[in-house]
C-alpha cells in the first residue's frame, strides 16, 4: 500500500516575495514560481522517516530525468570526494572512484547572484533554523530574525555551509520545500536540493569537503 502524503504546509511566500529583489545569498528564498501547482501536495508521493521531522518525498517522474540522482560516467580532474556544481547545467556532482559520480539536479541561483569560486565544507546541519543576514533585516526591518528548522524552512531538511578559510562565506547547498525550482536558476545564490537528495549528499560528505562552484566551465572569479 502507498505511503501516504505529508500534510505539507504552503511555501511561505509572503516573505518570498518581500525578498525578491533584494535578499543576499544567505536568504536561500526564491521568488513564487510559476511552476509550483495550486495544490503543493501533488510533488509528494509519501515521506521517508527522519528526526525530527520526516522528510516529504518528491514524485521524481515530475522531474526532468537528467535532474534526478543517479551515478554516472565523470571525466573532471577533481579528486574523489569533491562536490562539483555545475550553475550551467543546474546539476552538483559528487566524485567518486573509478572515473564516475552520484549526480543531483540542483536549482541555482537567478542572473547576478549566482556565486562561484572555491571553498569548503564549513559545517553541517540537520533541519537548521534560518535567520536573515544584516542586510536583508537593514532593507525589511519587519523581518522574523529567525525561522526554527522545518518542513517550510527555507533551508529544509540539510544544508552545508561553505566556507574560505574560516569565514562562512553565506552560501550554502540545502534542502528546499519548492521541488519545482530543480533545474531552475530563480533562488536568491545558493545551490538548493531536493530534501531527500541534500539528506543523501550530507551522509557521503565530512565537513571540510572541497567544494567547487562552475559556472560558463570556470571555477573563479575573474
Same mark, same amino acid.
Given at each position: 500500500?502507498?505511503?501516504?502524503?505529508?500534510?505539507?504546509?504552503?511555501?511561505?511566500?509572503?516573505?518570498?516575495?518581500?525578498?525578491?529583489?533584494?535578499?543576499?545569498?544567505?536568504?536561500?528564498?526564491? %521568488? &513564487?514560481?510559476? #511552476?509550483? /501547482?495550486?495544490?503543493?501536495? =501533488?510533488?509528494?508521493? +509519501?515521506?521517508?522517516?527522519? @528526526?525530527?521531522?520526516?522528510?516529504?518525498?518528491v514524485d521524481t517522474g515530475r522531474l526532468d530525468p537528467k535532474y534526478r540522482r543517479q551515478t554516472v560516467a565523470y571525466t573532471g580532474l577533481?579528486?574523489?570526494?569533491?562536490?562539483?556544481?555545475?550553475?550551467?547545467? %543546474? &546539476?552538483?556532482? #559528487?566524485? /567518486?572512484?573509478?572515473?564516475? =559520480?552520484?549526480?543531483? +539536479?540542483?536549482?541555482?541561483? @537567478?542572473?547576478?547572484?549566482?556565486?562561484?569560486?572555491?571553498?569548503?565544507?564549513?559545517?553541517?546541519?540537520?533541519?537548521?533554523?534560518?535567520?536573515?543576514?544584516?542586510?536583508?533585516?537593514?532593507?525589511?526591518?519587519?523581518?522574523?530574525?529567525?525561522?526554527?528548522?522545518?518542513?517550510?524552512?527555507?533551508?529544509?531538511?540539510?544544508?552545508?555551509?561553505?566556507?574560505?578559510?574560516?569565514?562562512?562565506?553565506?552560501?550554502?547547498?540545502?534542502?528546499?520545500?519548492?521541488?519545482?525550482?530543480?533545474?531552475?536558476?530563480?533562488?536568491?545564490?545558493?545551490?538548493?536540493?531536493?530534501?531527500?537528495?541534500?539528506?543523501?549528499?550530507?551522509?557521503?560528505?565530512?565537513?571540510?569537503?572541497?567544494?567547487?562552484?562552475?559556472?560558463?566551465?570556470?571555477?573563479?572569479?575573474?
Amino acid at each position: 500500500m502507498a505511503a501516504p502524503r505529508p500534510n505539507i504546509r504552503r511555501p511561505i511566500h509572503a516573505v518570498i516575495l518581500a525578498l525578491t529583489a533584494t535578499v543576499s545569498l544567505a536568504g536561500c528564498q526564491t %521568488r &513564487q514560481s510559476q #511552476l509550483a /501547482q495550486d495544490d503543493d501536495s =501533488a510533488w509528494y508521493i +509519501g515521506a521517508k522517516a527522519d @528526526k525530527p521531522f520526516d522528510i516529504p518525498l518528491v514524485d521524481t517522474g515530475r522531474l526532468d530525468p537528467k535532474y534526478r540522482r543517479q551515478t554516472v560516467a565523470y571525466t573532471g580532474l577533481e579528486a574523489p570526494g569533491t562536490i562539483v556544481v555545475d550553475i550551467d547545467q %543546474r &546539476q552538483l556532482f #559528487l566524485v /567518486q572512484e573509478g572515473g564516475t =559520480a552520484l549526480r543531483y +539536479g540542483v536549482g541555482v541561483g @537567478k542572473a547576478g547572484f549566482s556565486w562561484r569560486g572555491e571553498a569548503r565544507v564549513g559545517r553541517k546541519g540537520v533541519w537548521p533554523d534560518w535567520s536573515p543576514t544584516p542586510t536583508m533585516v537593514s532593507l525589511h526591518p519587519d523581518l522574523p530574525r529567525t525561522r526554527k528548522g522545518g518542513v517550510d524552512n527555507p533551508l529544509g531538511a540539510r544544508a552545508l555551509y561553505l566556507y574560505q578559510g574560516n569565514r562562512d562565506i553565506l552560501f550554502r547547498i540545502h534542502g528546499t520545500n519548492e521541488p519545482w525550482s530543480i533545474g531552475e536558476q530563480m533562488s536568491s545564490g545558493c545551490v538548493r536540493m531536493l530534501n531527500e537528495d541534500v539528506a543523501d549528499l550530507y551522509e557521503h560528505v565530512p565537513v571540510g569537503t572541497r567544494v567547487l562552484v562552475k559556472r560558463s566551465g570556470r571555477g573563479a572569479r575573474s
